[in-house]
């Protein structure tokens, strides 16, 4: 493992922890300002990744800062701060979708726009394409896991903390979800590597 | 593509069959925690080895980043982000620290007992919150088991919050010159092991359990 990355996502942590409990303990707005400002890249990146709907973003955010202004005293600082907040978060994203409907047919409309314009497209923008399109067509469950990992870097260890789920079916979402994604490619064409 | 059947011998007599499906799908489950540096280093060892000597795996690694790719470029994109001054206005400053606010009445409720209290209906018997009280007063007798608990130095109003969260309790009466109060549990634990764990606790100087039904 990387120890650098390690001990920077531990002192993060430290922080965390301490902003938490002074927002438990003392109602401290400036502590959940702070706070506020330190998940704004990493949790509305998030939310942008699942909704594309940048008018719904911070009302959702704001909706996540206030169940940890409401809950903080809950957290029990076993678990990593980082997993308690995105798991409000992963929430917050689940009602979001279910509203949203946001999965829209991404590459069906790229594919119509291409063939209508005659246009070549570069191979390697394609692929990202492709796989951005199979990954919007995931189950939300499994579109949340991989989102997790690869945007925020979550260990399947904490993913499973976030989602409240064991370990394992963290890993079996991960397999079928780079299954569908991998075959989704495969049968629009994008060789895999 | 061929998956290799060779074995390997890692780390003292541990093998890496590739022929054998379990393990290649415990490899495989790891995919997502190598691509991510999340293994540690005995992981990452075998988890290498095993890939040197397996297309598939070699082939679902290199997968597996190029879907990171598409996702982590996005970590660029610009987004504007919200402000807390959207958050601030519903925010409910008012103070949590009280011992009532243990109790979790609603607004309405906390009214309704209010109007009890005052029109002198012994609806619930009330927190006691008088100074001038002493351990030694004659205290209605509790129906029910009830911790005393002396603690060594009076908690802030936050700290008691806390304290009724973490131990799922109800105060029910306050000996503010004694540092001491006694405490109903919230939920149907076994009294003498929530008192074992209070006791345990480094603010607590004593437990005592009140009024105990006889086993």
């Not at chain 1, 980082?82 to 790229?110: E, N, P, T």
């Not at chain 2, 149907?188 to 209070?198: C, E, K």
């Amino acid at each position: 493992m990387d120890e650098l990355a390690t001990t920077s996502r531990d002192s993060d942590d430290l922080i965390d922890k301490a902003l938490l409990r002074r927002i438990a303990d003392e109602q401290d707005s400036a502590a959940l300002q702070t706070l506020y400002r330190r998940y704004a890249p990493r949790v509305t990146g998030f939310l942008r990744r699942m909704t594309q709907d940048s008018g719904l973003i911070e009302e959702a955010y704001n909706d996540v800062m206030l169940t940890v202004w409401k809950k903080a005293s809950q957290y029990r600082a076993e678990s990593k701060a980082s997993s308690w907040v995105f798991s409000i978060a992963y929430r917050v994203c689940l009602r979001m979708v279910k509203k949203q409907k946001f999965r829209a047919g991404v590459l069906d409309m790229l594919q119509k726009e291409r063939q209508s314009e005659g246009f070549e497209v570069d191979r390697t923008v394609e692929r990202s394409d492709l796989i951005q399109a199979a990954l919007e067509k995931l189950s939300i469950p499994h579109r949340l896991v991989i989102e997790l990992s690869y945007f925020r870097d979550f260990s399947t260890e904490e993913i499973a903390e976030i989602v409240g789920c064991p370990r394992n079916t963290v890993k079996t979402r991960l397999f079928h979800a780079r299954k569908q994604v991998r075959s989704f490619v495969e049968q629009q064409g994008g060789s895999t590597a | 593509m061929s998956q290799s059947s060779q074995c390997r011998e890692l780390e003292g007599n541990r093998f890496v069959n590739m022929s054998d499906p379990d393990q290649f799908k415990e490899l495989e489950a790891m995919v997502t925690d190598y691509v991510n540096g999340r293994l540690d280093a005995s992981n990452v060892q075998r988890f290498e080895a095993a890939m040197e000597h397996d297309e598939i795996l070699h082939e679902t690694v290199a997968f597996e980043r190029e879907i990171k790719s598409v996702i982590a470029t996005d970590r660029t994109a610009e987004t504007q982000l919200p402000r807390f001054a959207s958050l601030e206005t519903k925010l409910d400053t008012r103070s949590r620290s009280s011992w009532l606010a243990g109790l979790r009445w609603g607004a309405p409720v906390a009214a309704a007992v209010m109007l009890a209290v005052v029109i002198g209906i012994n609806w619930q018997q009330p927190v006691v919150h008088d100074d001038y009280q002493t351990l030694t007063d004659p205290v209605a007798p509790y129906s029910q088991p009830v911790l005393r608990i002396v603690l060594l130095e009076p908690l802030s109003a936050a700290q008691q919050t806390a304290f009724i969260e973490q131990f799922d309790v109800q105060v029910i009466a306050e000996y503010r010159s004694a540092n001491t109060i006694d405490v109903v549990a919230d939920t149907d634990v076994n009294f003498a092991a929530l008192a074992d764990t209070l006791r345990q606790d480094a603010r607590i100087r004593l437990v005592r359990v009140l009024n105990e039904s006889p086993e």
